[in-house]
């Protein structure tokens, strides 16, 4: 059996990501109707977290519950890894201990070099670089509200970072086009850019950059590591700001979404998740829902 990760969205083909949106919303259906399913019972899930969580950290945890297995925390707080044993070292052992890994740290070569060190699938929960979770979550909420994203237009507002580069993946793997709106200097992955460039433009003037989109996305001025830099880039990200007046020169069906945590009167104004444009708690929500998709899919066929 091949032993499958899930690093980046560029893992999964595009049909493996549409069935995964898919069963995402089964799942979700079979959830809501109170029916036990747990196909994943005894299995357990390594959770490491080197930053910060709520929504990565409870999803992750409520999902392997749900489908009758358990999960882990470990913080470098209170485990070797934070007295400098080797990522290979520490993926080598927990994973001849746990069925499945997901891990959210800051270099996406720790990732790398753990998945490349693990005998069990690795998720990454969050790099300095992606965010493929969420963007399993998004394609969820997106279908679910309207229907297929593929040939629509989904703009990105803020910082070119860990998410903006997951949705560029996304661009690429469920078929649409990206505006990405940011500050000059700004930019996502200079290599992602020239790989996609088909499909996903800059656009620094941000009214021209929302019209007509499908989807507006923004997310945190500053990213978990990047505190020192908040009042610097508060100044240059002033201009680009969500705000329900933005969301009019949108498509009417326009959605808004945000990863959360967000920052009101920040990257989006402090009236805008009142908008019944945002769909951010049902975005928030689907992390459960597709995380648990794909923790089954990851644990369940030899095929894979
Ligand atoms: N959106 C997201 O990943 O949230 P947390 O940082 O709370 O996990
Ligand atoms: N870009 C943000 C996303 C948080 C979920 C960060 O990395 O902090």
Redesign the pocket.
Known sequence: MVNRHFLTLMDFTPSELAMLVNRATELKNIHHQGQVYEPLKNKVLGMIFE?SSTRTRVSFEAGIAQLGGSAIFLSPRDTQLGRGEPIEDSARVLSRMCDIIMIRTFAHETVKNFSDNSRVPIINA?T?DY?PC?LLADMQTYQEHRGSIQGKTVTWVG?G???CNSYINAARQFDFNLVVSCPAGFEPMAELLEANKDRVTIEHDLSKAVAGSHLVVT??WA???QEEEQKEREKVFQPYQVSPELMDLADAEALFMH???AHRGEEISHDMLDDPRAVVWDEAENRLHAQKALMEYLLSNEEN
Request: proline share 6%.
């Open positions: 930053k969050l300095d965010h969420q910082d970072n860990n998410m997310d945190v990213s978990m590591g990863c959360l945590p």
